[in-house]
Each structure stands twice: as structure tokens, then as C-alpha cells.
């Protein structure tokens, strides 16, 4: 049971480039979050999926875009990177509403440097 | 929006005394709260959470207490250990803990414990 995994754990991009993190959960939870953590900053929210082909945005989404084609998968994408996109980015998952919804299992991060 | 915050960003204790952490938030209207904890190049991992009807939640050596009156959340870590040393976030929820895990996290407290 591996939890959370996010690929890469990082990545060097050049502005302009786009590219795809890739977040998989092996705990059939429906809800998934992709989240990011810049330095002396709590974690925010930039989208979010309650279930298999639904997404949402959430505090921070401009610049990204996300897709949840399988269940168990949750792509954030960069279409066109900018250096205010660096950051640590977090992909989490939880159980469905009615439950606990505070806790979130996050996966390792993916460190993400726009040059 | 309103956030949630951290009187103390940083705290630092003797190994086996009670450490305290506080946060103080701002949306009247926050339900439920949560406390994370992050280790090192690690995701956040959920400790302990308490809804707004009650004033105090008790864990395994961690204590959560709520102040609804003056909008005040501590942490309470019996018996400090090396292995406490982390980053602590508290996080708040509106809707009852019901809203997808939209979460608002605060900036963090860091927490060390010395030997």
C-alpha cells in the first residue's frame, strides 16, 4: 500500500515550457486536491476533484489545469511555466464527503524550479 | 479571504517537557479544525482535528483545544520527543468539515526539541 506517489519529485523548467505532475492513490479515496507550499507560507489550494471526471478550482488555479480520467489518478498541468510557479506542490487525497474531510493523505511533494 | 495564522513561528523545548502551539483565526464562520504536522522533505501528515461544538479533543500525547470566543486553536504535545520536530500547520474548514477538504492552512509553526 503505497498511499500517495507523485511524479517527478522535481523538475527544472524554463519559462514558457509546460509539463504534467502526475499524482496516483491506491486507497479508492473519490477525493483528490493538488495543493501548493511556498516558503513561510501555509499550503493553498489550486484545484480540486470529488470524484472521476470532476474537477474544480480552488484558491489559486490560474496558470494550471487538471484532469481525473481514472479514479486513482490526478494530473496537474503547467501549459506554460512561470518563474512565479515555483513552488512545492502537494497532491492529496481523502475519503468521501460525510466523513472525515480534514484529513487528507498528501503524498511527498514535487519541487518544481521555473528559471 | 480570511485566514488562519500563527501567533509563534518558531518554538524550541527541552526534550520531555509539554510543548504548546498556537494559532489564531479569523473567519467567524470556521467549523472545524485541524492540525498537521510535516516532517522534513515529507508531506503534511494529519494528527489531530475538533469541530466547533466542542472545546477539547485529546490524542495519543496531543491535546487540541478550541476558543470560540476569541478565536483561538493550541496545540498541546505531552512529553516533547526528538521525533516531535517538525513543522506544524494548523488548518481550518467551513461547512463542518464537510467542504472537500477545501482547506485554509496557516504559515506554520516550527518546532524543534532539543535533546
Known amino acids: 500500500n503505497a498511499g500517495v506517489t507523485q511524479t517527478p519529485k522535481f523538475r527544472v523548467l524554463k519559462t514558457g515550457q509546460s509539463m504534467t505532475l502526475l499524482c496516483a492513490q491506491d486507497?479508492?479515496?473519490?477525493?483528490m486536491y493538488w495543493y501548493r507550499q511556498d516558503p513561510g507560507m501555509g499550503l493553498r489550494l489550486i484545484h480540486y476533484?470529488?470524484?472521476?471526471?470532476?474537477?474544480a478550482k480552488g484558491e489559486v488555479p490560474d496558470g494550471y489545469n487538471v484532469s481525473r480520467l481514472k479514479k486513482q489518478n490526478f494530473l496537474l498541468g503547467l501549459e506554460s511555466a512561470a518563474p512565479s510557479q515555483t513552488s512545492v506542490y502537494f497532491c492529496?487525497?481523502?475519503?468521501?464527503?460525510?466523513?472525515?474531510?480534514?484529513?487528507?493523505?498528501f503524498g511527498e511533494g514535487s519541487r518544481l524550479t521555473v528559471l | 479571504g480570511e485566514s488562519v495564522g500563527l501567533h509563534l513561528p518558531t518554538l524550541s523545548v527541552q526534550e520531555g517537557d509539554n510543548s504548546i502551539i498556537n494559532c489564531a483565526y479569523s473567519?467567524?464562520?470556521?467549523?472545524?479544525f485541524i492540525w498537521y504536522k510535516q516532517e522534513s522533505g515529507k508531506g503534511p501528515q494529519f494528527i489531530i482535528d475538533?469541530?466547533?461544538?466542542?472545546d477539547k479533543r485529546q490524542g495519543q500525547r496531543v491535546t487540541v483545544l478550541l476558543n470560540k470566543t476569541v478565536k483561538h486553536l493550541s496545540l498541546q504535545i505531552a512529553a516533547t520527543q526528538p521525533g516531535d520536530s517538525a513543522v506544524y500547520f494548523c488548518?481550518?474548514?467551513?461547512?463542518?468539515?464537510?467542504?472537500?477538504?477545501?482547506?485554509?492552512f496557516g504559515q506554520g509553526t516550527i518546532l524543534t526539541v532539543h535533546p
Open positions: 492529496a487525497s481523502s475519503w468521501a464527503r460525510g466523513t472525515n474531510t480534514g484529513e487528507l493523505f
Open positions: 486507497m479508492n479515496h473519490e477525493y
Open positions: 476533484s470529488v470524484g472521476e471526471g470532476t474537477t
Open positions: 473567519n467567524s464562520a470556521s467549523d472545524y
Open positions: 475538533i469541530r466547533s461544538n466542542m
Open positions: 488548518a481550518e474548514n467551513e461547512g463542518g468539515g464537510t467542504s472537500y477538504g477545501k482547506l485554509t
